[in-house]
């Protein structure tokens, strides 16, 4: 049984080798922008029409708006109701999904080849013909009116949301969230969800990504057929400012039965397209991107603190931030911070050749598997769309992570993790930690409530 | 359909370790998916989450592999690594660069058969205080976080291996010692109670070389034989409020049904569709859309080797009252088992089963997971073509038949404010 070596890992004698998909690019006759990946395995269709609008398009005092619209424009259009236009996408075994987030609008549908045709017409009644019915936008909106209260219960949620307004801020609608402040929901009205839907959704601010087994051609001609040329407008997209708030802020909510507190730890950043990505994107592979990262490494695996710890940079159009989340065992909650803080500043003057080598590998062995489904296809080619990268950005990525060296991690670390504009965030109960916050030094601590208001000035 | 027949290889070790192979070209990747016959139904009475702990158990190291280097080995080559347990099984995968398979095997190989050589008081304790926070976090500290604890526990008796939640109960964890662990693992971690599943890019004869050369010098011990259980009915039906902190109350209703890949689970899936699937469902149709009592509603049948259930599940509005809501249910279960589903229905419900089968051959770690799924409660690896046929060959009056079920007694769990507690 013991005749086999065990002791030395088996050596790689052969590199795989990975062919990038040919990515087309599609104008429509309107001059709608798409791009496209043909994949032939299955014989289905993942199709995204993207509209450049989301909450931060939500006016003052009408936050919730962009949401509940796009709740909305397929409760019934071009002469079905909300059931018979379901009925119809199930008929076919296809699916639609409406989603927004804060700049952009989503459509979604996954269908078989053969029923995308069909599937596509039900799109266009959506996209030109929607109902907006009264009844359903009542109910709709008391249905949101309902999660805003759910989600008072989850405390992840909270920090998630607290986190991003105190980061962009409140004059900022940066930080809006999706579903809207109760008080604003409650006002909204059908016709205001009419004028968002005639002011933002038309195909000049719009495109499309598409993986799937049909030809580019027929891509296009259906496209020309059923999804150019809709909406009203020729509005100008809004540029959004954000100025960073120059101090370290600690929030905090008050659960006083919870057994673990949620934290929240990170400042803003820059936007994608600054040069430092692939720097920032191998410094967070070490720091926190993965399992045996820094910091999850430390909390979870040496100390027992967590189930898991991680640290990411999200981008929007115009800016960005770096973010640390986990949640931690009540009474180990300053441990916990202190920790963090520990490693957010020794990835800024440390970091080993191994370390740099295992982190650009790992991030370079693992690009093909992006290519598999498509589901992922769609996603890449939205990250191109989204951050108007160039067909060139997947020729390019292995090289431009293999270039990064331990002086450019160090420095994306240093210029991207903010001590001194560091926001932190904890919910949970304050006795396990309220005593000790300031040894952290804080410019402002600010008690909220689950709805992100003030509740006392400490 | 051809698209879901997969050409594939099966065969077994001396050691009894089952093996299958599954080729697929079109990117250099492999996925290992190994599955070993043991989930929470062979936790011990009083060790709730012994088979989970022990999935955790599997990353701290084995005699040839340090603690932390099962992740760093795979996330260092490029892959992406998990496992999960469940009543009846648990599952550990990689999905890896082709060229990085043999590693892979190795890896798996050596936790398989050396683990024990590296298990210590200290990665024991470390891995509990993990389990404790993960049960924080996912139940305890969550909305409806009991929701499954408090229903198996009213759903089958105290001597059922699915009375206890797979977490386990928080003073089990914290009681796990290394006998504990290491008699788990003399018991169920060996070849024979375990199948291995690589799909991908890879040739069938080194394959199979590799999985010779790490797995046949590992040795099995006793045979693990399938549990005795007596699976009774309710005799009664069960009603628990639960306290919670949460703002909108959910109700749970329960009925037991069949085990695993029983012929009338097809028409069960079907129902549930046909009641809560879309906008279309008859239960959301009426709870959300026309009454507006319900903020979502869902239903679903669940089953394993040592039982099944039909769930429906909805959080109701602000204001507005579970009893009506389960009124409401009761009322269209009778309606759609006197009256009878409609054709379209059945069709609209087989459409999007048909679909979904063929969305779901996109990922290989899928495909590698059903592979291992039907082999191991079937015996046959490539099943997709056949289990659609069984949704396909589901009748109107094969649905209608399924009110048997939901004639008997039943579970009524309800989550309420906590601020209620006493008032109701």
């Known amino acids: 049984m013991m005749t086999l070596d065990r002791t030395t890992p088996p050596q790689i004698v052969e590199q795989a080798k990975f062919h990038l998909p040919e990515i087309e690019e599609i104008i429509s006759d309107s001059g709608m922008k798409g791009l496209f990946i043909q994949k032939t395995k299955l014989p289905m269709v993942q199709f995204t029409l993207i509209i450049s609008t989301g909450c931060v398009l939500d006016d003052e005092g009408k936050s919730g708006l962009a949401n509940l619209t796009a709740i909305l424009i397929d409760e019934g259009a071009g002469g079905l109701t909300a059931l018979e236009l379901n009925n119809q996408f199930e008929m076919l075994g296809s699916s639609i999904q409406i989603s927004i987030n804060h700049e952009f609008m989503y459509f979604t549908i996954v269908s078989l080849e053969e029923k995308f045709s069909e599937t596509l017409t039900l799109l266009s009644k959506i996209l030109n013909q929607p109902h907006f019915e009264e009844t359903e936008f009542l109910r709709e909106r008391s249905k949101v009116l309902a999660q805003l209260l759910q989600i008072k219960d989850e405390p992840d949620t909270i920090a998630d949301k607290i986190f991003e307004e105190k980061i962009f801020g409140f004059e900022n609608k940066l930080g809006n969230f999706n579903l809207g402040k109760e008080e604003d929901v409650q006002k909204l009205t059908n016709e205001d969800v009419r004028n968002f839907y005639n002011s933002q959704i038309s195909s000049d601010r719009a495109g499309f990504i598409c993986a799937g087994s049909l030809d580019p051609k027929t891509l296009k001609n259906l496209v020309n057929q059923f999804v150019d040329n809709f909406g009203k407008t020729k509005t100008s997209e809004t540029q959004l400012f954000v100025h960073p708030n120059k101090k370290r802020r600690f929030y905090f909510v008050h659960k006083p039965e919870a057994q673990q507190t949620e934290i929240r730890i990170g400042n803003l950043s820059d936007k994608r397209s600054d040069g430092d990505f692939y720097a920032k994107t191998v410094m967070n592979t070490i720091l926190g991107g993965q399992f045996n990262s820094r910091i999850n490494f430390k909390l979870r695996e040496t100390k027992g603190f967590t189930y898991g710890a991680n640290s990411l940079f999200s981008y929007r159009k115009e800016r960005g931030y770096f973010l640390l989340t986990t949640s931690v065992q009540s009474e180990h909650t300053i441990e916990a911070v202190q920790d963090t803080f520990y490693e957010l500043n020794r990835i800024k003057e440390s970091i080993t050749a191994d370390e740099l080598e295992a982190a650009k590998l790992s991030i370079i062995r693992r690009f093909p598997s992006n290519f598999e489904t498509y589901y992922q296809l769609a996603a890449g080619l939205n990250t191109l769309y989204i951050y108007d990268l160039q067909p060139s950005y997947f020729d390019e990525y292995i090289s431009n992570i293999r270039s990064v060296t331990i002086d450019d991690a160090l420095n994306a670390a240093k210029n991207n993790i903010l001590d001194d504009e560091t926001v932190v965030v904890l919910v949970g109960n304050k006795e396990q930690f309220i005593n000790q916050i300031n040894e952290f030094n804080f410019d402002e601590v600010e008690e909220l409530n689950e709805s992100g208001n003030p509740v006392i000035a400490l | ?424």
């Not at chain 2, 879901?4 to 099966?10: A, E, V």
């Not at chain 2, 065969?11 to 998916?33: F, H, M, R, T, W």
């Not at chain 2, 011990?44 to 955790?56: D, I, R, S, V, Y």
């Not at chain 2, 087989?350 to 979904?356: D, H, L, P, Y």
Request: aromatic share 12%.
């Open chain 2, 1 to 424: 359909m051809k698209i879901l027949s997969l050409d594939y290889k099966k065969y077994s070790l001396q050691n009894g370790l089952e093996v299958i192979l599954y080729q697929d070209k079109s990117l250099p990747i492999a996925v290992v998916n190994l599955w070993y016959n043991v989930g929470s139904s062979r936790d011990p009475m009083n060790k709730t989450g012994l088979a989970h702990l022990f999935e955790h158990m599997m990353f701290q190291g084995s005699k040839h592999v340090k603690k932390g280097e099962h992740f760093k080995f795979i996330q260092d080559n490029g892959g992406t690594l998990n496992a999960s347990t469940s009543f009846d099984v648990t599952n550990y995968f990689e999905k890896i660069p082709s060229d990085f398979l043999e590693t892979a095997l190795w890896l798996e190989s050596d936790r398989m058969g050396f683990f024990l050589e590296a298990l210590t008081d200290e990665t024991l304790a470390n891995q509990i205080e993990v389990v404790k926070n993960e049960r924080l976090e996912r139940y305890d500290n969550q909305p409806y976080g009991l929701t499954w604890q408090k229903l198996f526990g009213l759903l089958y008796n105290e001597s059922h291996p699915y009375h206890a939640p797979t977490i386990g109960l928080m003073d089990h964890i914290l009681s796990y010692n290394q006998k504990d662990v290491s008699d788990f693992c003399n018991t169920y971690y060996q070849p024979r109670n375990a199948s291995l599943v690589i799909a991908g890019d890879f040739e069938i004869d080194s394959a199979k070389d590799l999985v010779e050369k790490y797995f046949s010098g590992i040795n099995s011990s006793a045979k693990v034989d399938p549990l005795n259980v007596e699976e009774s009915e309710l005799h009664e039906s069960k009603s628990e409020v639960v306290f919670d902190s949460v703002s909108l109350e959910k109700i749970l209703l329960v009925w037991k049904t069949e085990k695993i890949f029983h012929e009338n689970n097809f028409a069960l899936d079907i129902l549930s569709d046909i009641l809560t699937g879309s906008k279309n469902g008859r239960l959301h149709n009426i709870l959300v859309l026309k009454q507006e009592l319900a903020l979502q509603v869902s239903a679903f049948q669940y089953s394993g080797s040592y039982g099944g259930f039909f769930c429906i599940t909805a959080t109701a509005k602000p204001g507005k009252s579970l009893d009506e809501i389960k009124k409401i249910i009761f009322e269209e279960l009778t309606n759609l088992f006197t009256n009878n589903i409609t054709i379209e229905e059945l069709i609209r419900s087989k459409n999007g089963i048909k679909a979904n089968f063929i969305y779901g051959m996109q990922s290989l770690d899928s495909v590698a997971n059903h592979l291992n799924h039907y082999n191991f409660y079937l015996g046959e690896p490539n099943y997709f073509s056949h289990e659609l046929s069984l949704y396909e060959k589901v009748e109107r009056e094969s649905v209608k038949n399924c009110a048997k079920y939901f004639n008997k007694p039943f579970i009524d769990l309800r989550f309420v404010p906590k601020e209620k507690e006493g008032k109701v």
